[in-house]
C-alpha cells in the first residue's frame, strides 16, 4: 500500500467526479490516452507490468464519494451509478 503519495482527483485514476463530470471526463480521456498500455506508468519514470499499489484517496475524494453513495446509491441503477465515476459496469 502506498502511504506516501495520494490521489488528489478522480482523474489521475481515470475516473470522473460524480459533480463535476462533463469536465473530469474530457480530463480523464486526456489523462488515460497518455499513459502507456504496454506498461503502467505509476511514478515518473517507473513502469510496471501491472498495477501493485493500492492508492489512497485524499480526504476531499473520499468525502465525495461517500456523498455519491448517499445521494445516488439506493437511488439509480447500479449501471447508471458507476456511468456518475465515468466507469462501465464490467469492465473494470
Not at 475516473?15 to 463535476?20: G, I, K, V
Not at 486526456?30 to 507490468?49: C, E, I, M, R, T
Request: proline share 3%; hydrophobic share 45%.
Amino acid at each position: 500500500m502506498d502511504l506516501k503519495n495520494r490521489i488528489n482527483s478522480f482523474t489521475e485514476l481515470g475516473m470522473c467526479d460524480p459533480f463535476n463530470f462533463d469536465q473530469d471526463l474530457i480530463d480523464a480521456k486526456a489523462k488515460v490516452s497518455k499513459w502507456k498500455h504496454n506498461g503502467l506508468n505509476v511514478y515518473k519514470g517507473v513502469f510496471l507490468d501491472m498495477p501493485k499499489t493500492i492508492f489512497l484517496p485524499k480526504k476531499s475524494i473520499l468525502k465525495k464519494i461517500i456523498r455519491a453513495v448517499a445521494l445516488f446509491g439506493k437511488t439509480e441503477h447500479r449501471s447508471l451509478f458507476f456511468m456518475r465515476f465515468g466507469l462501465l459496469e464490467n469492465h473494470f
